[in-house]
């Protein structure tokens, strides 16, 4: 009997300590997505990039060698619960959180920032950008906050700069300029940088218009629009409620030049909304998915490791993007001293114009450092395209190769790192 007890208590502790080493070789990544809520049209090809890109690593010897354990969670955009799960995952060990709406990242600055904890958002909130809290326009400093990508403050100042060049090339002396979006953070968080640099540069500013992220019946938005004689509008919210928005402002004749965030315009959106999405200009946080650049020859690799798709919408790029830029931190961090949160976020800061090594021409060359997490100050301004009517029956990859939708490059905008833009 006591051999027996012997024996098993020597099996069990083998086993032990093979499931810690087993352990001991992977690292927990959090992945928060909205699947299933008012944004799930643009998180899904978002976080689509993140996991095709640790399946990628996985089949390539992970991080610093060890597996990426990936926890995608769905929270259906519900800041509550993005809270309750970073809890969970704090509990669980986890080394670097991928996040994702404002809401949900600007009510986590306290917690990350006191349990060390990286956070790489696709909330690109200007708020998230001050690691020290100097800035006038911050509540309190986000020193473990990062995003891959221009702010929306930024985006926006980028299309209201072309804009500019646009009325004024069309001799409209005194252009009127309309912000439009919900009463919430994420449409709320370009509001105040976007009005005072339209009114920087020579535009008339007119009232909000409030209209949900959720689609709805937009016309009555669209109609106080018309009425408003505004020449340009700024659409605050992501595609899904934009594609109503535009149907609804087609449909009762609001001729207006629309202008969008990084959310706002992807092919997707183009196929939906038709001609009334044509002559659209948004920013653009990364290369299109095709382009023709050094780069994409690993984004089509990580699509093969992954979903392995004929296409993916803009919104793919940059999730590749923000994995790949952790991954890069993560990996000097292993290097220098171990994975633990103070050395993720000092390897954040170890190269200026930083792009991803085998992503380049795909992500923006950015740099962070740890007074000032502008990371990208250099905007990609684009313009959507729409020929004719669209065939709801054909894919996007079809849409595409005949010419249907498209989108083509106007300018990159060169932004000023202004101190007063901190944060704003």
């Keep these: 009997m006591r051999k027996l007890l012997s024996g098993l208590l020597a099996t069990t502790t083998a086993v032990a300590f093979a499931g810690s080493a087993l352990a001991a070789d992977k690292v ?8 299933t809520g008012p944004t799930a049209s643009v998180s899904k090809p978002f976080t689509q990039g993140k996991q095709d890109a640790a399946a990628y690593l996985n089949k390539h010897g992970g991080i610093a060698g060890m597996e990426i354990d990936l926890d995608t969670v769905d929270y259906a955009y519900a800041a509550p619960r993005a809270i309750a799960q970073y809890k969970s995952w704090k509990s669980a060990g986890v080394k670097v959180i991928q996040g994702w709406g404002t809401a949900d990242t600007e009510a986590l ?18 708020h998230l950008q001050d690691p020290t809290g100097k800035s006038e326009h911050v509540k309190k400093g986000a020193p473990y906050n990062f995003f891959a990508g ?35 953070p994420y449409p709320n968080a370009a509001k105040k940088a976007a009005k005072g640099y339209a009114e920087d540069l020579g535009f008339e500013v007119g009232n909000d218009i409030i209209y949900s992220m959720k689609p709805g019946d937009f016309k ?21 409620s934009g594609i109503a928005l535009l149907k609804a402002c087609k449909s009762v ?68 993007c923000s994995f790949f830029y952790m991954k890069e931190a993560m990996e000097w961090a292993a290097a220098n001293g171990g994975i633990n949160g103070d050395n993720i976020k000092k390897g954040m800061y170890q190269t200026a114009n930083w ?40 894919s996007v990859p079809e849409l595409l190769k005949d010419g249907t939708i498209g989108m083509t490059k106007l300018f990159d905008a060169k932004l000023e790192r202004k101190p007063e833009w901190l944060g704003l």
């Design 220 to 240: 009555a938005q669209c109609l106080t629009l018309k009425e408003s004689g505004a020449n340009y509008a700024y659409l605050a919210n992501t595609g899904g």
């Design 150 to 184: 221009p702010s929306y403050s930024d985006g926006a100042r980028a299309v209201i700069q072309w804009a500019a060049a646009d009325a004024k090339e069309k001799g409209i002396a005194k252009p009127k300029f309309v912000y439009m979006g919900d009463n919430h």
């Design 109 to 126: 600055v306290g917690f990350v920032s006191r349990d060390k904890i990286p956070y790489y958002s696709a909330s690109y909130s200007a």
């Design 355 to 394: 792009v991803p090594t085998g992503l380049e021409g795909v992500c923006p060359a950015g740099t962070w450092t740890a007074e000032d997490h502008r990371g990208h100050m250099d905007v990609y301004v684009y313009q959507a395209n729409v020929k004719g009517d669209v065939d709801p029956s054909k």
């Design 28 to 35: 927990l990544i959090a992945n928060l997505a909205d699947l």
């Design 253 to 320: 004749g609001a001729g207006v030049q629309f202008v969008t965030n990084v959310w706002g315009m992807d092919e997707n959106v183009m196929k939906a909304a038709g001609a009334a999405a044509d002559g659209v200009v948004f920013p653009m946080g990364a290369a299109a998915y095709g382009a023709d650049v050094p780069g994409m020859k690993l984004v089509k690799e990580i699509n093969a490791a992954g979903s392995n798709e004929e296409h993916h919408p803009v919104h793919y790029m940059r999730g590749v």
